[in-house]
């Protein structure tokens, strides 16, 4: 430990061959070795972070207790809950003989708290509904989302261009479809004029990209009132930044959701907030549980696009912090721009298993004092190893931690308890109803029946009335023409071809009400 020379006070920094490299915020436990407090800077906080390590081995709790010293220091923070197991922060923890243990080692005060927490949602969990429209998504990111080629993708700028000279507002995924259906048959001419010729393949195209998603539900994020980010900066009288809890649960089976959702948070986030410049805090920190499944199944362009994201949202004074089994489960482009590491145990089973090891050691700063990937294996639970960048960027010499106990419940809040917290919330009136704002599925729809009244009125002035000439201009004649577009066929087509049976999903949900 020659090398590593720390002060034994919670309040100052620990130096590194004679820099200061830590400057005091969020109390992280302590250094086995030498027992003294290790320490991350606030100001690291938006230069992201991955906390690593298998299963159990306390990855969660870390998160948790770094979100607390977060909120202790005035800054709000996002966390997403896929586990369901971080509402526990909404409660003091009581002390039990494993808290009083770590307690007695580190030399730690250690008291229960409560922090202020705000539940939000993206499906049918209870929280503050988070969804924005369509249009303020824009043909770009929409584009990404959907994994649109440039042909495709420039057929859906035409189509926002159409609705934006035509006031068809694009609330939603219904809106979206009724436009792409109406400029393949209705709406050809006007649209061919002035925006150019829609390809039938490329329409079919948009459409398959458009119903793959909504099988997993993304139609939930899609629509009014738009949540504004800025209401996830939010204090508490005391001075604390509230702990927003995304519950995240039912999202383990829908990846495509989640990469969607989570790519559109940030580049939200990142063009309504101004730049912060090389700001001594964060404004905002994310911490992404489970951060496998953003990636897992993500195409090139929305790792593209995330890899920029996060790249970009720094100068914004935003952290996100990786939570996720091995440092291998983050795209190399992105674990480059992660400057603090908190690695966690890892297991070796399998000759395989030794090899992970070593590749994780190896992204790690070199270190003459421990040996890295032999200790990886032995680290207890709730012990890591810890690198942060000094304040010169560089990434500081791993430091062996022995975190201190959440100072909130580690177990999950019951219903009543999660009640109570949605009770209070002040967002939950704002956000949690029912807008039903006519947009451009209503206005085509309208316009459609119109026509198709006009028609039958000529029709019947000429032919014989038959049996079907009270029903001719009611509903089914709209939706008729609507099923035999070539788009709708090949959707159809490609549907029973098994769409749906590649993401092994079937959703037997449907909307309950028009946004
Ligand atoms: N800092 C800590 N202080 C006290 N106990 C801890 C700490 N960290 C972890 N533990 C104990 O280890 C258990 C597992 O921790 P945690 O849920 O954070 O693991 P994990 O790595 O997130 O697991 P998974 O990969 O399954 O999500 C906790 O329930 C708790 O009992
Ligand atoms: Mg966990």
């Given at each position: 430990m020659d090398n590593l020379q720390f002060s034994d006070s919670i309040q100052s920094s620990y130096t590194f061959k004679g820099e200061s490299i830590l400057v005091g915020s969020a109390i992280l436990g302590q250094n086995e070795e030498t027992h003294v407090q290790v320490k991350l800077p606030l100001?690291?906080?938006?230069?992201h972070g991955l906390i690593a390590g298998a299963t159990g081995t306390g990855k969660t709790k870390t998160l948790q207790l770094i979100a607390e010293d977060l909120s202790n220091a005035g800054i709000p923070v996002l966390v997403m809950d896929i586990k369901g197991d971080?509402?526990?922060?909404?409660a003091a923890g009581t002390s039990n003989p494993i808290i009083e243990k770590r307690q007695r080692l580190i030399g730690m005060d250690w008291e229960g708290k409560a922090f202020p927490l705000e539940f939000l949602s993206?499906?049918?969990?209870?929280?503050v509904k988070l969804r924005a429209t369509v249009s303020e998504y824009g043909p770009v990111l929409l584009s990404k989302i959907l994994d649109l080629n440039d042909n495709q993708s420039g057929v859906l700028s035409m189509i926002f261009k159409y609705c934006d000279d035509r006031h068809l507002?694009?609330?939603d995924f219904k809106d979206l479809k009724s436009v792409i259906n109406y400029v393949q048959q209705e709406g050809k001419e006007d649209f061919l004029q002035e925006y150019g010729f829609v390809h039938t393949n490329s329409a079919g195209a948009i459409m398959r990209s458009i119903i793959a998603l909504e099988q997993q539900n993304?139609?939930?994020?899609?629509?009014?009132?738009s949540f504004e980010?800025?209401?996830?900066?939010k204090k508490t009288e005391k001075g604390e930044g509230v702990i927003n809890v995304l519950r995240l649960t039912d999202m383990q089976t829908k990846p495509a959701l989640f990469s969607t959702f989570m790519l559109c948070l940030l580049a939200e986030i990142f063009e309504k907030m101004p730049e912060q410049g090389d700001?001594?805090?964060?404004?905002l920190v994310l911490f992404i549980d489970e951060a496998h499944l953003i990636f897992k199944n993500a195409s090139r362009n929305l790792l593209d696009q995330f890899e920029m994201t996060i790249k970009l949202i720094r100068s914004k004074g935003v952290g996100v912090f990786f939570v996720t089994q091995?440092?291998?489960?983050?795209?190399a482009a992105i674990l480059g721009h992660l400057g603090t590491k908190i690695q966690h145990a890892l297991r070796a089973f399998t000759a395989r298993d030794r090899k992970a090891i070593k590749t994780a050691a190896e992204n790690y700063p070199f270190s003459d004092f421990y040996e890295v990937d032999e200790l990886i294996t032995k680290l207890g639970i709730g012990e890591a190893l810890i690198s942060t960048l000094d304040e010169k960027g560089r990434p500081t010499e791993l430091v062996h931690t022995l975190l201190r106990p959440p100072f909130s419940r580690m177990d999950v809040l019951t219903n009543y308890e999660i009640g109570q917290i949605l009770k209070r919330s002040t967002l939950i009136p704002f956000y949690n109803v029912d807008v039903d704002r006519e947009s451009a599925y209503e206005i085509l729809h309208a316009r459609i029946s119109k026509s198709g009244q006009k028609e039958t009125e000529e029709d019947s002035q000429v032919k014989k009335p038959s049996k079907k000439v009270g029903k001719a201009n009611s509903e089914p004649t709209t939706f008729e023409k609507i099923m035999k577009s070539p788009v709708t066929k090949s959707i159809v087509i490609e549907i029973t071809c098994g769409i749906l049976g590649v993401l092994g999903l079937r959703t037997t949900r449907t909307r309950a009400r028009k946004r």
């Open positions: 100001k690291t906080f938006n230069r971080l509402s526990g922060l909404g993206i499906s049918d969990e209870p929280g507002p694009l609330l993304a139609d939930d994020i899609f629509g009014e009132p980010v800025f209401d996830l900066m700001s001594s805090k964060p404004e091995s440092p291998t489960d983050i795209p």
